[in-house]
């Protein structure tokens, strides 16, 4: 805050002028008062207590006085409690800075240099054999909103995805299209390609497990009739082809990964989520093979009898790693290898983070290891972004049996449920087209689902639940929204009105602690950023929405009398309403002029 480092800095010269001393960074603390005590700012006074040779409330009393006397613009008054000088700030300095924040319309935000560090964060990380789920929209809001977040704080950010386009699950779904599917297309079966194929993963997933079934009647025990039914076997030829590069096989697994990709494309559209590269793990495993080798050359791996290759952590207190198989072939390790190899002779990455759920921790404790004995200058910084679980009022979610909540349906619900709200709001769309009224539904819809994902902290599990998340009232996103609306409405009815000196103003203690809100949003996408934590953006959106609201509810604003209380608090709405657009936006929140 602009304020604070004022005080700082005159804080710096009272010290210097009482005690002649040159108070380092370090030793001016500023803090926000506590609510108990008068004043907005307290300076910590006790590590200047032994250069001034004075009891801690002395040297508080001499620094209060001298700023007082000599920053009058800045400092009104002041309180001393035991080591702690609580600081009044003048009502002109708030004023003043109000104006500032009002004048930045990026307010907050650093500018993102050449020289910046370089973030890329890899996100969503889907499989090509299913549509996007309620899991993938938290990785995909959290990796949108981080990547917005650290770029806010002035950073350069790549934001990457990897797409898991090979393995045994994808020849699932393609032998089960091949046997049942009837040269089904995404264009005759009037089905998005990434559904139509997730259809043919659970399709093959009840005849295989009916084939086991079978078996077992058999005589057969479940573990040799889950390696024997004839299904599982010919997909693992289908694999071994895919492997050799046979024709028909790479043909069919192109053209079905195709529907799939347009799928993917359409939903990440409505989420408002993008990449500026995409990887796929069919292009990288090959790479994370010859990095392994490479490695074994080395001697940092070593190769046990049956031709398996395997790295010794144990003295990293950890187990030891599979990387190839006996047959050869790789193991997502590799792959994430692989991938780490291009992507540092794609850009010169300073940090790289990986969002992915909490399940895989080990993981990618295990990959910071290995990437840093393979010489990756940021592997053993890298970070795992690593979240919970996203669980539903009737449990968890299972795609192989198809009972997992799609992201496509529920965007379409979330947007369905913010019209039918708004509907009940008598008069609210008055005079809107349809057209306009459901884009309003959109942006509502969205925000909901967004906000409610992105306002708990990443790594706890969440329970989602739809219809709290739409509500206008409490900790949402259309409660937010809704203040938005209601400013720039206020906006709108303020046009016309003559202006006035805001210096003229008088300052309610409500309006003060308003300014020193707005003034602490570039301490708190430092925080998120550097905490890896978008909630944090969250949570002071609708702190702030709150205050405003309660602000609202005790004074007027357009039918206050005096022109330059009204003008100050017009000025006011305006900079919480531009705080909150830009605050929002970095979780990936559009705001409606009308609501």
């Known amino acids: 805050m602009i304020i604070q480092e004022q005080i700082k800095n005159a804080a710096k010269a009272a010290v210097q002028a009482l005690y002649n001393v040159e108070a380092s960074e370090k030793m001016v603390q500023l803090q926000e008062t506590r609510p108990e005590f008068e004043g907005q700012l307290t300076l910590v006074v006790f590590p200047f207590v032994k ?7 002395q040297v508080g009393e001499e620094i209060g006085s001298w700023l007082k006397e000599n920053c009058a613009a800045l400092v009104s008054g002041y309180n001393v409690v035991k080591g702690f000088l609580n600081l009044s700030v003048a009502p002109a300095a708030w004023i003043a800075f109000l104006e500032d924040i009002s004048k930045d319309s990026r307010y907050g935000f650093k ?29 995909n809001l959290l990796g949108w909103a981080l990547a ?3 770029t806010a704080a002035g950073r350069r950010v790549v934001k990457t995805n990897i797409v898991n386009d090979r393995g045994i699950h994808i020849c699932k779904s393609m032998l089960a299209w091949l046997k049942w599917g009837n040269g089904e297309t995404p264009e005759s079966s009037g089905k998005k390609g990434d559904h139509l194929i997730g259809d043919y993963y659970v399709a093959f997933d009840k005849h295989y497990r009916e084939e086991v079934k079978q078996l077992m009647s058999q005589g057969m025990d479940e573990e040799t009739a889950k390696q ?42 409505a989420l408002g989520v993008s990449f500026d590269k995409i990887y796929y793990e069919s292009q990288t495993y090959l790479e994370g093979k010859e990095k392994v080798e490479e490695g074994l050359a080395k001697g940092l791996f070593y190769r046990r009898e049956d031709g398996s290759v395997w790295a010794n952590l144990t003295k990293e207190g950890l187990d030891e790693k599979l990387l190839l198989r006996s047959d050869g072939t790789s193991v997502y390790m590799t792959q994430d290898i692989g991938t780490a190899k291009l992507r540092f002779q794609d850009y010169p990455i300073d ?34 972004f690593s979240y919970g679980m996203v669980e539903l009022p009737n449990g968890k979610m299972k795609s192989r049996e198809g009972t997992v909540v799609d992201a496509d349906d529920l965007i379409e619900a979330m947007i369905k449920g913010a019209r039918e709200m708004s509907a009940d709001k008598v008069n609210r769309l008055e005079g809107l087209t349809e057209e306009e009224a459901q884009e309003i539904a959109r942006i509502v819809g969205l925000g909901a689902l967004k906000y409610f994902i992105l306002k708990v902290d990443a790594r706890k599990n969440m329970l989602f639940n ?30 016309g009105l003559s202006a006035a000196d805001l210096s003229q103003a008088t300052l309610s203690t409500k309006e003060t602690e308003l300014i020193q809100h707005l003034g602490d949003l570039p301490a708190v996408i430092e925080q998120a950023a550097g905490d890896y934590n978008p909630s944090c953006i969250a949570t002071y959106c609708y702190e702030l929405a709150k205050e405003f609201n309660q602000f609202y509810h005790d004074y007027s604003i357009l039918h206050e009398e005096n022109a330059a209380n009204r003008a100050l608090r017009i000025e006011l709405s305006k ?7 830009n605050g929002m936006s970095l979780l990936g929140i559009e705001m409606p002029e009308r609501m």
């Open 51 to 57: 250069a001034a040779r004075k009891a801690p409330e």
């Open 111 to 139: 500018p993102v240099t050449d020289d910046a560090p370089l973030v890329m964060i890899e996100y969503s990380s889907p499989n090509t054999n299913k549509p996007l789920h309620l899991g993938h929209v938290r990785n």
């Open 148 to 150: 917005q977040v650290m």
């Open 228 to 269: 024997e039914a004839p299904l599982i076997k010919e997909a693992h030829e289908m694999l071994v082809k895919w492997e050799q590069n046979d024709p028909e096989v790479r043909a069919l697994w192109k053209k079905m990964n195709e529907w799939v990709y347009a799928g993917f494309d359409e939903t990440y559209k």
């Open 351 to 384: 940090q790289m983070i990986y969002v992915v759920g909490n399940e895989q921790n080990y993981h990618f404790q295990v990959l910071s290891i290995l990437l840093d004995k393979l010489g990756f200058k940021w592997g053993k910084n890298l970070v795992h």
């Open 466 to 495: 739809p219809e709290e998340s739409i509500d206008f009232n409490g900790n949402t996103g259309p409660f937010i929204q809704y203040t938005y609306a209601r400013i720039r409405s206020i906006m709108r009815k303020s046009e």
């Open 575 to 581: 900079a919480v309403a531009q705080n909150l657009k």
